[in-house]
């Protein structure tokens, strides 16, 4: 895949942790690209693997969902609900309209003559027809007034403007499901044993739900045979069911003009009539739906609260100070709900461009429990790099406090996914920097990562304080100060690397150009004294317990 170029005037802008629509709008289209040449890699992984991994009735399957996917992913005429005259029928005896022969792969490295490309020389990774920029701002009625489980009609989902086949492989959350694919195709690993053999199992057959999500809502009709592992059966975006038996269950689902009829063994139907965009609705206490929330501005589409994902979270330990996934129930999504209403408002008085950045980046909410020992106003949060677009926390306690959340996780995600289209440095992972936010030395990237989030959050809570009035701007400043102290703290080590690019340095020295102007507008001097004080304490500490053993810096 060829990288493509990123414009000085886009790393000047990132490295002063701002960004036009224009520059997110790129981070976003190579992101998207790359999930489409991920997918390709799982296709073909399962196409080369072993019968041992992949059984041919397996690889076969994946071929005819991918069907399903490319189908949903061609335009169809306005109102169309039923396949037209001669369509054909697949081996189910469903129906499909020109469903024809199965696509060997989605994504193309390179594109072929005529294939289309944005005006930044990215190519259009073929599904079927180009889709628009993502971010596109749509219309989105007033007037929710709390967290649904997709019970309210919404006329725009997240990615309207995309085929329903893009929106579900450019959802942050089919990232980690395609690379643990991909781990459990890799045949280097030796004979799989009987875990590894079900878990590549339960990720294969998730392709046959997330093909069948994209054509319920393109408006195709079909019957598949899905597979509830454990007595789950998730529908991406949609929600989940509850078998009435526990163990691995085998369930048809049949979808005709909204509506999903779920038929297993020995249990009544359960009919599910999809939402519009988000969610899915049914009578059935045995469905779940996805929570939704309203969209971020008025003009913006509703957003997912979902913690119904099975690939939600990483699999396998978690650092200590994340919480474990949160299942809501209605009060938490009311605290959600409460939270998200004000955080526009709470993100525009730190810049016009932090709702910019959440609107551009955004595309779901994934809930955390609070971290063990948690107390008072202590939370946790993350983003994941295969899951772009997807924010992780536990429930905030307040608007201002999502806020914080955003401005921080968000540029994480943005300097991952400046990282995949810039070498910034060629420093080696050895942990030895100092930064006052840790109390274990930090390997260099990591290093960049704190300090260009922790720059973020100086600027916004010094825009903040000029805007508000006390006790507001009070509170302001003392972040403020302590996010600049801590960023001056750790700027050294940053700036002094031998390893930076030169495309790095220009980016680092926006960043320190960034820093220094924030003293033209000093936060007072009781809040400066108390930041420099905690600074000072947390490196005697951190020298205390760390420096003996430290390798010596790169000269």
């Known amino acids: 895949m060829t990288r493509p170029t990123v414009p000085d005037r886009a790393l000047v802008e990132l490295g002063r942790t701002e960004g036009t629509p224009d520059t997110l709008a790129l981070l976003v289209r190579d992101q998207d690209t790359r999930r489409l040449l991920l997918l390709r890699a799982v296709l073909d992984a399962a196409e080369a693997a072993d019968p041992a991994l992949c059984s041919p009735g397996r690889k076969a399957r994946l071929r005819e969902d991918w069907s399903l996917l490319a189908e949903a992913d061609r335009?169809?005429?306005?109102?169309?609900?039923?396949?037209?005259?001669?369509?054909?029928?697949?081996?189910?005896?469903?129906?499909?309209?020109?469903?024809?022969?199965?696509?060997?792969?989605?994504?193309?490295?390179?594109?072929?003559p005529g294939a289309s490309q944005d005006p930044r020389g990215i190519p259009q990774a073929s599904l079927g027809a180009p889709h628009p920029l993502p971010g596109t701002a749509h219309p989105v009625p007033s007037g929710t007034a709390h967290p649904v489980r997709s019970g309210t009609a919404h006329p725009s989902p997240p990615g309207a403007g995309l085929s329903p086949a893009r929106a579900r492989l450019f959802h942050p959350l089919t990232g980690p499901w395609a690379l643990s694919c991909l781990h459990g195709l890799d045949g280097r690993a030796g004979p799989p044993d009987e875990p590894r053999s079900r878990r590549l199992r339960q990720d294969l057959a998730h392709f046959s739900a997330i093909a069948a999500?994209?054509?319920?809502?393109?408006?195709?009709?079909?019957?598949?045979r899905l597979t509830a592992y454990a007595g789950v059966l998730t529908l991406p975006s949609l929600g989940s069911l509850r078998t009435a038996t526990t163990?691995?269950?085998?369930?048809?689902?049949?979808?005709?003009?909204?509506?999903?009829?779920?038929?297993?063994?020995?249990?009544?139907?359960?009919?599910?009539?999809?939402?519009?965009?988000?969610?899915?609705?049914?009578?059935?206490?045995?469905?779940?739906?996805?929570?939704v929330l309203p969209g971020l501005?008025?003009?913006?589409?509703?957003?997912?609260?979902?913690?119904?994902?099975?690939?939600?979270?990483?699999?396998?330990?978690?650092?200590r100070t994340l919480g474990g996934p949160a299942t809501l129930d209605d009060g938490d999504g009311k605290r959600w709900l409460q939270a998200w209403s004000g955080?526009?408002?709470?993100?525009?008085?730190?810049?016009?461009?932090?709702?910019?950045?959440?609107?551009?980046?955004?595309?779901?909410?994934?809930?955390?429990?609070?971290?063990?020992?948690?107390?008072?106003?202590?939370?946790?949060?993350?983003?994941?790099?295969?899951?772009?677009g997807a924010l992780l926390s536990s429930t905030p306690q307040d608007a201002l406090a999502l806020a914080e959340t955003l401005v921080h996780e968000l540029h994480h995600a943005k300097l991952a996914a400046l990282g995949d289209l810039v070498t910034l440095h060629h420093a080696d992972p050895e942990p030895r920097y100092f930064a006052p936010w840790k109390t274990d030395p930090r390997p260099y990237d990591g290093l960049l990562q704190g300090i260009y989030s922790h720059l973020a959050l100086a600027d916004y809570f010094q825009r903040r304080a000029l805007r508000t009035a006390p006790p507001d701007s009070e509170y302001a400043w003392s972040r403020h100060a302590r996010y600049r102290a801590q960023v001056g703290a750790a700027l050294p080590g940053l700036v002094g690397s031998p390893d930076l690019t030169v495309r790095g340095r220009r980016?680092?020295?926006?960043?320190?150009?960034?820093?220094?102007r924030m003293a033209d507008r000093p936060a007072p001097?009781?809040?400066?004294?108390?930041?420099?004080?905690?600074?000072?304490?947390?490196?005697?500490?951190?020298?205390q317990r760390h420096a003996p053993a430290l390798p010596r810096p790169k000269e």
Request: hydrophobic share 35%; aromatic share 4%.
């Open 343 to 388: 955080t526009e408002a709470a993100l525009r008085t730190g810049g016009a461009h932090r709702v910019t950045e959440a609107v551009t980046l955004l595309r779901c909410l994934v809930p955390l429990e609070r971290p063990p020992g948690a107390a008072g106003r202590d939370s946790c949060s993350a983003t994941r790099h295969e899951a772009f």
């Open 525 to 543: 001097r009781n809040h400066t004294a108390r930041a420099q004080a905690y600074v000072k304490a947390a490196r005697a500490l951190w020298t």
């Open 213 to 224: 999500v994209a054509a319920a809502r393109a408006g195709i009709p079909f019957t598949v």
């Open 297 to 319: 501005t008025s003009a913006q589409s509703p957003m997912p609260l979902d913690d119904v994902d099975p690939y939600r979270v990483a699999p396998g330990p978690r650092h």
């Open 75 to 112: 335009p169809q005429p306005p109102g169309t609900a039923h396949p037209p005259e001669g369509a054909g029928q697949d081996r189910r005896g469903v129906p499909h309209p020109r469903l024809g022969a199965p696509q060997p792969s989605p994504g193309i490295a390179h594109p072929p």
């Open 247 to 291: 163990g691995d269950v085998p369930v048809h689902v049949t979808h005709r003009e909204g509506r999903l009829t779920v038929r297993q063994p020995d249990a009544p139907d359960v009919v599910v009539r999809l939402e519009s965009g988000i969610g899915a609705w049914s009578g059935a206490l045995a469905w779940t739906p996805v929570h």
């Open 507 to 516: 980016f680092v020295d926006e960043m320190t150009a960034t820093y220094e």
